[in-house]
């Protein structure tokens, strides 16, 4: 059973920085791709930002620039670097683990970003 365990969430203030984990108890390249999403209150969940196995990034062109995908592939772990963070970047951001059969997410981490 895959488990997708995210942490680093918090409250900043705006300009602030946050760095996203997501530990996974499967190997990594297990996955087409790894991701971040957010679901902020009253929206959709949306895609942040992802990685593929072959270490190809993607990022919503909202925050490309500020934010920063990367992988510890010993660790089983995806990060996401949050910087220059803005109070429209407050969701709830979830982690995902993408296969070929089906979607892996975790359970959530809080980030609130104050004005």
């Known amino acids: 059973q895959v488990q997708l365990v995210e942490s680093g969430g918090g409250l900043v203030q705006a300009g602030g920085s946050l760095r996203l984990s997501c530990a996974a108890s499967?190997?990594?390249?297990?996955?087409?791709?790894m991701g971040w999403y957010r679901q902020a209150p009253g929206k959709q969940r949306e895609l942040v930002a992802r990685?593929?196995?072959?270490?190809?990034?993607d990022y919503a062109d909202s925050v490309k620039g500020r934010f920063t995908i990367s992988r510890d592939n010993a660790a089983n772990t995806v990060y996401l670097q949050m910087n220059s963070l803005k109070p429209e970047d407050t969701a709830v951001y979830y982690c995902?683990?993408?296969?070929?059969?089906?979607?892996?997410w975790g359970q959530g981490t809080q980030v609130t970003v104050s004005s």
């Open positions: 995902n683990g993408r296969t070929t059969v089906a979607d892996y």
């Open positions: 499967e190997w990594i390249f297990s996955f087409v791709a």
């Open positions: 990685i593929t196995a072959a270490g190809a990034t």
